[in-house]
């Protein structure tokens, strides 16, 4: 079944973050001239989703701001003649991305608590979930990869994994795996934060994943995992040892917005590459690493 439907859980407190995720959601955080969130809503639609859910909370609602309209700014720009021709252009695209629709989960209950908020939006298709602080970026969008190896493997869902070191598989989640094919491996365990020796492996799931509509009442039969949260790898864990699910090395680097020193990388590297600042940051980052010991 083709992949039409997607949720972006964005709800979290970012507590990792602090102060900066008090007034601010950590998903709005720019890397150079654009918000995260924006970069996973730009990934969705060039693979071919329509419909977006994102999963918001109180004092987020900027991010409903930024995929709208803002008719002020607009005639603003539009008064500004040529030279703001292609600002206005972007302005207005971001708010023809998709069809985007909001939920607010009320309590932080966790990222599998996020999903289940999305139950009545997904009805019973399969649909992507893109975590709302991990940016990927690369040629070939990272969800269309996993959409091409839910349909390959005709397995029942799929998730983005990517080998960690040690200390990271600890404070992610660890995929017991089987070969496939090429970069695509047939999951059939997993295991949420697992203590040092209960590794699987060093692949962990990393911010995508396609799930069919059962996951919901797994969900709902699931008891509360790791940090009394309901941990969205409990419900996929059920999905992999029953039938296993594909698991994909994707291609593309991924940008942990949820932490300090992801947030720094991402800025670096975006910024390297950036057609209009790129070179004479490039120039800058070279004088300051000459004085670096
Ligand atoms: P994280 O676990 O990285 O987010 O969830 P967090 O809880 O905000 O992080 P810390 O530990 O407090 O710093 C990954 C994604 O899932 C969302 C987050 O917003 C993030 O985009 N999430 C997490 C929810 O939507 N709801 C939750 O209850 C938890």
Redesign the pocket.
């Known amino acids: 079944m083709k992949i039409k439907k997607a949720i972006i859980?964005?709800?979290?407190?970012?507590?990792?973050?602090l102060p900066a995720t008090k007034a601010i959601p950590?998903?709005m955080f720019p890397i150079v001239d654009k918000p995260a969130i924006q970069y996973i809503v730009e990934e969705a639609a060039k693979s071919g989703i329509e419909d977006i859910l994102i999963?918001t909370?109180r004092g987020k609602s900027e991010m409903e701001d930024h995929f709208d309209r803002n008719p002020e700014l607009e005639s603003k720009l539009k008064a500004g003649g040529d030279a703001k021709k292609k600002m206005l252009d972007e302005v207005v695209g971001v708010a023809q991305l998709a069809n985007i629709t909001y939920v607010r989960?009320q309590e932080?209950?966790?990222?599998g608590?996020?999903v289940l908020q999305a139950k009545k939006f997904v009805g019973d298709e399969p649909f992507a979930v893109l975590?709302?602080?991990?940016v990927i970026i690369g040629e070939d969008p990272c969800i269309g990869q996993l959409m091409r190896a839910y349909e390959e493997t005709g397995l029942c869902g799929a998730v983005g994994i990517k080998e960690v070191s040690r200390q990271d598989v600890q404070k992610y989640s660890s995929m017991k795996l089987e070969s496939f094919k090429d970069n695509i491996y047939k999951v059939t365990d997993m295991i949420e934060k697992p203590a040092p020796g209960q590794e699987f492996s060093l692949f962990s799931i990393l911010g995508r994943c396609i799930l069919p509509a059962e996951i919901f009442s797994i969900l709902e039969e699931i008891p509360y995992g790791a940090g009394n949260?309901l941990q969205l790898t409990d419900a996929m864990k059920v999905l992999a040892q029953r039938s296993g699910i594909a698991g994909v090395d994707f291609t593309g680097t991924r940008y942990d917005m949820?932490n300090k020193l992801g947030i720094l990388k991402a800025q670096v590297e975006v910024g390297l590459s950036h057609p209009e600042i790129g070179s004479d940051f490039k120039e800058y980052l070279k004088k300051i690493a000459e004085n670096l010991k």
């Open positions: 859980p964005a709800a979290g407190l970012g507590t990792r973050v950590k998903e999963i909370s989960q932080q209950k966790g990222l608590h996020a975590y709302g602080d991990d949260e949820g």
